[in-house]
């Protein structure tokens, strides 16, 4: 069975990132993106209108986490860099919260103008940003790994398992059991598919 892109389901997709809570190397599949983004959205939406403002603010420091985190494996999956997505929240969260204060007025509030600027910016930005996660990534590995959400092969089938007993023997004078060999086989489709090259530890089955 050759391997094949899965779709993930939102439960999964927000499992992963908050398993992958701060993990920024590696990618990310558009379903993992977009579920946990909505999950995000939901979630503050309830908490504006149910909870007050510091809680609101507790949660989104807190879900800002992962939700960067796969942000930036997004990127990775498009073989991009993950500092377009730190760039962004710098210029469009971070800066207007701690950086800015020379253009407040006297309550302590962004001016119009600069109020509007930042609309303006956070508009076109986030939109271009958006585009670019919703995208489809590549294809098999690049440089930030191996391409995620990728269902791996999960059987060989006989000319396959006779082949892995003949390579395994050519190499090192070994005589596999056809239970192994299929293992054996699954493994090197998996490494090839997927682009995956660590170590893989193979238990045989039978003896």
Not at 3 to 13: E, H, I, L, N, S
Request: charged fraction near 15%; include cysteine.
């Amino acid at each position: 069975m050759s391997g094949k892109t899965t779709v993930m389901k939102p439960g999964a997709a927000i499992a992963a990132c908050f398993g992958k809570f701060a993990r920024c190397y590696g990618r990310s599949c558009r379903a993992e993106f977009i579920w946990f983004l909505l999950f995000f959205l939901v979630l503050g939406a309830l908490a504006v209108w149910f909870t007050s403002p510091m809680i609101v603010g507790m949660l989104w420091a807190l879900l800002m986490i992962p939700l960067s985190s796969v942000g930036i494996r997004r990127l990775h999956d498009l073989n991009l860099p993950g500092g377009i997505w730190t760039v962004w929240l710098t210029i469009t969260v971070i800066l207007p919260m701690f950086g800015l204060s020379n253009y407040m007025n006297n309550e302590g509030h962004l001016s119009d103008y600069m109020l509007y600027l930042h609309y303006v910016w956070l508009f076109v930005t986030g939109t271009l940003l958006l585009f670019l996660c919703f995208a489809s990534g590549q294809e098999g590995p690049n440089k930030y790994g191996p391409a995620p959400c990728v269902k791996a092969a999960e059987d060989a089938d006989e000319e396959e398992t006779a082949e892995a007993i003949r390579q395994m023997y050519t190499a090192y004078h070994y005589v596999m059991d056809p239970h192994t060999a299929v293992a054996y086989s699954v493994a090197e489709k998996y490494g090839k598919e997927t682009g995956d090259a660590r170590p893989m530890v193979i238990v045989s089955t039978a003896s």
